[in-house]
């Protein structure tokens, strides 16, 4: 159902609904303004979603502002990306075609070349494919993938043709959707946290036995929380850990961007003994950095005998940054209170995978970002926040680097 602002509608109920409307739309309009005055000549409309039952903004562009088109082709296609096809675009974005493969592709884009590729990240053989479809449309000068991570579109194939098209007059743009998963995944960083201090196994025991069994529990509060990757999801995770009264510590690739960062007291940089410096002081750590070629077996075997007998090993990033065999190692000898872990080297787990049988454990089966709308979230901001930027000639938001892998 969509409103439409007309001095036909004079009934109170539909006034007042405009009303609101209005007022909603010109808020987000003040924002935006001033957050970034160039944007004033962004409109706003609305449209209801399906899933949540909300209204959500979509940003439209006048004319006068419209620098490009966007000639968009989908790689990959499931019940989130219904968005593109749903509409409403902005002015000058079309949707020319959906597919998992170069043949699909080429089936359903005419002779209109497109310029804009939107990847998701269940496209069965997406690291393969990726580059086959930039060598089939070489006009694509922006690939967005619908994901916080671009682990899986990683390819030599892929870092060769973005290094050479660095020194194009239309370098080839990648970006992603960082960010929009961070909330969840922080809320489940301090559930697991909660999990141990407060001994929940031990709980839910007691509860099944029908045992009235009292024992002493732990208070974040004062306790030291490591996150080794601190970016949008550690800065999440480190902005709730505050409002338990926990002190930060965290490990970034370039500290001064956290400088003065009102969540965390302490950002070392990225090398092997400021690590060993965040496992020693740390009380829990999170481990939310990505998977890259400097980063995967980053903590390793020495890396976890540097944490505290007593301590909690959360890891919600992914697998391959550390030692699993070292992680299950110092669980089954008692060196660490527990771990708590959404992401694995291999995902599936088998049933025979030994982490099923590894104490002191709490298993999420990579799905602590899974919400009801998440890839609906991730594929809206492609469409309100990117896409609008990308016709106006605009920096885009979230750009990554394939050779660093982030």
């Not at 509860?207 to 550690?234: A, P």
């Not at 088998?350 to 454990?361: K, N």
């Amino acid at each position: 159902m969509r409103f439409k602002v007309s001095l036909l509608q004079k009934t109170r109920q539909t006034f007042q609904a405009v009303q609101r409307l209005q007022s909603t739309a010109t808020t987000a309009a003040q924002q935006y303004t001033w957050a970034d005055p160039a944007r004033r000549h962004y409109k706003f409309w609305n449209r209801e979603t399906d899933v949540t039952g909300q209204y959500s903004y979509l940003i439209g562009i006048s004319p006068e502002s419209l620098q490009r088109e966007a000639r968009i082709v989908a790689l990959g296609s499931d019940e989130a990306d219904e968005a593109l096809h749903q509409g409403p675009l902005p002015l000058g974005a079309s949707l020319l075609g959906v597919g998992t493969t170069v043949e699909e592709l080429q089936q359903n884009v005419d002779k209109t070349s497109p310029n804009v590729l939107f990847v998701s990240p269940n496209c069965p053989h997406a690291a393969t494919v990726l580059p086959q479809v930039l060598q089939a449309f070489p006009s694509i000068e922006w690939v967005h993938c619908r994901s916080a991570g671009i682990d899986f579109i990683e390819s030599e194939e892929l870092v060769q043709l973005y290094t050479h098209r660095l020194q194009s007059p239309k370098p080839l743009q990648i970006t992603n959707a960082k960010g929009q998963f961070s909330s969840s995944l922080a809320e489940y960083a301090l559930m697991a946290c909660a999990y141990f201090a407060k001994n929940l196994p031990l709980l839910l025991q007691k509860q099944q036995e029908r045992s009235w069994h009292k024992y002493n529990v732990e208070e974040l509060r004062h306790k030291t929380m490591g996150i080794v990757g601190y970016g949008d999801i550690g800065r999440a995770v480190a902005k709730l850990a505050t409002v338990y009264g926990m002190r930060v510590i965290a490990l970034r690739r370039h500290p001064f961007l956290s400088r003065d960062d009102p969540y965390c007291n302490v950002v070392y940089g990225r090398d092997q003994e400021s690590l060993h410096q965040l496992m020693r002081e740390s009380d829990y750590i999170v481990c939310s950095a990505p998977s890259t070629v400097e980063t995967r077996g980053m903590v390793s075997a020495e890396a976890f005998q540097h944490m505290k007998p007593n301590a909690v090993f959360i890891n919600l990033g992914r697998g391959p940054v550390i030692d699993e065999t070292a992680l299950q190692n110092a669980l089954r000898e008692g060196k660490l209170k527990g771990a708590a872990l959404d992401v694995f080297v291999e995902e599936p787990l088998s049933t025979d995978s030994p982490w099923w049988d590894t104490p002191h454990v709490l298993i999420s089966p990579h799905n602590m970002d899974q919400t009801a709308t998440f890839m609906h979230e991730a594929t809206e901001f492609f469409l309100r926040e990117n896409l609008p930027r990308f016709l106006c000639g605009e920096d885009l938001l979230n750009p990554v680097d394939p050779v660093l892998g982030y």
